[in-house]
């Protein structure tokens, strides 16, 4: 099989990559976007539907109030000018799974305009992906096609159900950003519970408008569109595939044949495939809305609204690193989930020992929400109980082995208890009292007098050895830094 020029890192190495993605955000609303019909993911096939939605003659819509505060929302905490007169539009094109076969959106006045989303480059450093608009829509139905079958079945249930699509500017340059700017918006989406950013079940969808050009130009070439990508990882590998196909054809000398069209990509072979050509706008024939009367947001709405804004992830993250003092993969991890993050917050209103507080939240409580498939609201112990086992830790009372392997689960069945009161019920607290650890310790080194001799000619590390079998002797109750001293003076004796 001869090469591909792509397959040559020299000649890929010319070339720039040149990506805008355009995000379709599935909001948490209870009815649909212009009707009362529920929005509930996972009922039965046309259940979800009326007359409005199938479009019936002499049907009208009604604007959910809940869907442009949701925009705003998105709108805010991407640093957006808010659009204060708002036009609806119809854009027309052939929906087969949109019964009135145009769709409610906006055109010339996108509630949100510019703004931008701030992502974490690979090496540690920040870059800055501008948007450049966010506007409200609903979405289409859903065609399935069975295999074997020539009709395709329709499921209107999503037909009307309100979007937001988040259009950024074409400022992504690799594969990495375009990763890291999906985990931004869902993010963001998540922590405004706007979205619950379920890439699988649809809530959230991404197209990529991709073209290359050689480093050092600035102009922008013909683009293409893949559409649908319904999973991160599918994204970036859509456009590692377009972005080598491109360059082929450039190099084979057939740069005319990237036409501004739009693709599909199979996930199975990791293959983009053409669709159709690219509309144009007037190819989508838009005008104002006739049944929608324009939507006003004036000062009071929009300060109720910024009111109602939670902490953002960008908000903690610095607060996580520039206060608390954490490293920047701790903070990450941190601010990965909303949730988690305000439990880490809370749990630092009661210490000061931020990083022991980070590792107990990233370690044993994100290991049991894991493990037992809980939302945080299930977990069982409360910050402040894990402050009170970080104490009795910090004080000597107990070792962290005995803390995190013993307390803890206790706790997860008994979080009336405290972690004091666990570890006198059982006989956990450390040993620290000097006569009877130097008791034990010489009964260890007088077992050894081979490792005594190994160490004392230099092999330091044996003390290990020793210490286990202190730990061993006192069921781990030794207290490690009493024991580890009294042991080094013992052997250096």
Same mark, same amino acid.
């Given at each position: 099989?001869?090469?591909?020029?792509?397959?040559?890192? &020299?000649?890929?190495?010319?070339?720039?990559?040149?990506?805008?993605?355009?995000?379709?955000?599935?909001?948490?609303?209870?009815?649909?976007?212009?009707?009362?019909?529920?929005?509930?993911?996972?009922?039965?096939?046309?259940?979800?539907?009326?007359?409005?939605?199938?479009?019936?003659?002499?049907?009208?819509?009604?604007?959910?109030?809940?869907?442009?505060?949701?925009?705003?929302?998105?709108?805010?905490?991407?640093?957006?000018?808010?659009?204060?007169?708002? +036009?609806?539009?119809?854009?027309?094109?052939?929906?087969?799974?949109?019964?009135?076969?145009?769709?409610?959106?906006?055109?010339?006045?996108?509630?949100?305009?510019?703004?931008?989303?701030?992502?974490?480059?690979?090496?540690?450093?920040?870059?800055?992906?501008?948007?450049?608009?966010?506007?409200?829509?609903?979405?289409?139905?859903?065609?399935?096609?069975?295999?074997? &079958?020539?009709?395709?079945?329709?499921?209107?249930?999503?037909?009307?159900?309100?979007?937001?699509?988040?259009?950024?500017?074409?400022?992504?340059?690799?594969?990495?950003?375009?990763?890291?700017?999906?985990?931004?918006?869902?993010?963001?989406?998540?922590?405004?519970?706007?979205?619950?950013?379920?890439?699988?079940?649809?809530?959230?969808?991404?197209?990529?408008?991709?073209?290359?050009?050689?480093?050092?130009?600035?102009?922008?070439?013909?683009?293409?569109?893949?559409?649908?990508?319904?999973?991160?990882?599918?994204?970036q590998r859509a456009i590692e595939y377009e972005v080598k196909r491109q360059i082929d054809l450039i190099e084979t =000398?057939?740069?005319? &044949? +990237?036409?501004?069209?739009?693709?599909?990509?199979?996930?199975?072979?990791?293959?983009?495939?053409?669709?159709?050509?690219?509309?144009?706008?007037?190819?989508?024939?838009?005008?104002?809305?006739?049944?929608?009367?324009?939507?006003?947001?004036?000062?009071?709405?929009?300060?109720?609204?910024?009111?109602?804004?939670?902490?953002?992830?960008?908000?903690?993250?610095?607060?996580?690193?520039?206060?608390? =003092?954490?490293?920047?993969?701790?903070? &990450?991890?941190?601010?990965?989930?909303?949730?988690?993050?305000?439990?880490?917050?809370?749990?630092?209103?009661?210490?000061?020992?931020?990083?022991?507080?980070?590792?107990?939240?990233?370690?044993?409580?994100?290991?049991?929400?894991?493990?037992?498939?809980?939302?945080?609201?299930?977990?069982?112990?409360?910050?402040?109980?894990?402050?009170?086992?970080?104490?009795?830790?910090?004080? =000597?009372?107990?070792?962290?082995?005995?803390?995190?392997?013993?307390?803890?689960?206790?706790?997860?069945?008994?979080?009336?208890?405290?972690?004091?009161?666990?570890?006198?019920?059982?006989?956990?607290?450390?040993?620290?009292?000097?006569?009877?650890?130097?008791?034990?310790?010489?009964?260890?080194?007088?077992?050894?007098?081979?490792?005594?001799?190994?160490?004392?000619?230099?092999?330091?590390?044996?003390?290990?050895?020793?210490?286990?079998?202190?730990?061993?002797?006192?069921?781990?109750?030794?207290?490690?830094?009493i024991s580890n001293q009294l042991l080094t003076q013992k052997l250096e004796a």
């Amino acid at each position: 099989m001869s090469k591909l020029p792509s397959d040559n890192p &020299e000649i890929l190495n010319k070339y720039e990559i040149v990506v805008g993605l355009e995000v379709h955000a599935q909001l948490l609303t209870q009815s649909k976007a212009y009707s009362s019909d529920s929005t509930e993911y996972g009922n039965l096939p046309n259940t979800n539907i009326s007359v409005i939605t199938l479009a019936h003659p002499g049907t009208l819509p009604k604007v959910n109030k809940k869907v442009i505060e949701y925009a705003i929302k998105m709108g805010l905490a991407c640093g957006s000018e808010i659009t204060r007169h708002n +036009i609806y539009a119809r854009k027309n094109y052939f929906y087969p799974d949109l019964p009135k076969g145009y769709q409610i959106t906006q055109d010339k006045t996108p509630i949100c305009v510019g703004g931008e989303v701030i992502i974490r480059q690979k090496e540690g450093g920040e870059k800055k992906i501008a948007i450049t608009r966010i506007h409200m829509e609903e979405d289409a139905g859903k065609s399935m096609h069975l295999a074997g &079958e020539t009709d395709s079945l329709i499921d209107f249930n999503r037909a009307g159900v309100p979007l937001i699509e988040i259009v950024s500017q074409p400022d992504i340059r690799n594969i990495d950003e375009a990763y890291n700017y999906l985990t931004e918006i869902r993010k963001l989406v998540r922590y405004l519970d706007i979205c619950d950013g379920n890439m699988e079940e649809g809530s959230l969808r991404c197209d990529a408008n991709i073209s290359v050009r050689l480093k050092g130009e600035t102009k922008l070439n013909t683009r293409v569109e893949v559409k649908n990508m319904n999973s991160f990882r599918n994204v970036q590998r859509a456009i590692e595939y377009e972005v080598k196909r491109q360059i082929d054809l450039i190099e084979t =000398g057939k740069q005319q &044949e +990237i036409i501004q069209e739009t693709r599909t990509f199979d996930a199975t072979v990791g293959k983009t495939y053409s669709m159709r050509t690219k509309e144009s706008l007037n190819d989508y024939r838009y005008f104002p809305e006739p049944d929608l009367t324009p939507v006003v947001i004036d000062e009071e709405w929009l300060q109720k609204v910024k009111s109602s804004m939670p902490a953002l992830p960008r908000e903690l993250f610095l607060l996580f690193t520039e206060k608390y =003092g954490l490293s920047a993969y701790d903070a &990450e991890v941190l601010t990965a989930s909303k949730e988690i993050a305000l439990y880490f917050q809370e749990l630092c209103k009661h210490t000061q020992n931020y990083k022991a507080a980070a590792n107990w939240v990233t370690g044993e409580v994100k290991a049991t929400l894991n493990k037992m498939t809980w939302h945080i609201n299930q977990f069982p112990i409360k910050p402040a109980t894990i402050v009170a086992l970080m104490q009795i830790v910090e004080s =000597g009372k107990v070792s962290h082995s005995i803390a995190s392997q013993s307390i803890f689960p206790l706790l997860l069945e008994q979080p009336e208890k405290t972690p004091l009161q666990i570890a006198e019920e059982n006989n956990w607290l450390q040993e620290s009292d000097s006569n009877l650890l130097e008791q034990i310790i010489e009964e260890v080194i007088k077992a050894y007098p081979e490792k005594v001799a190994e160490y004392k000619a230099g092999k330091k590390g044996i003390i290990g050895m020793f210490m286990g079998e202190v730990m061993k002797k006192t069921k781990g109750k030794a207290d490690p830094k009493i024991s580890n001293q009294l042991l080094t003076q013992k052997l250096e004796a």
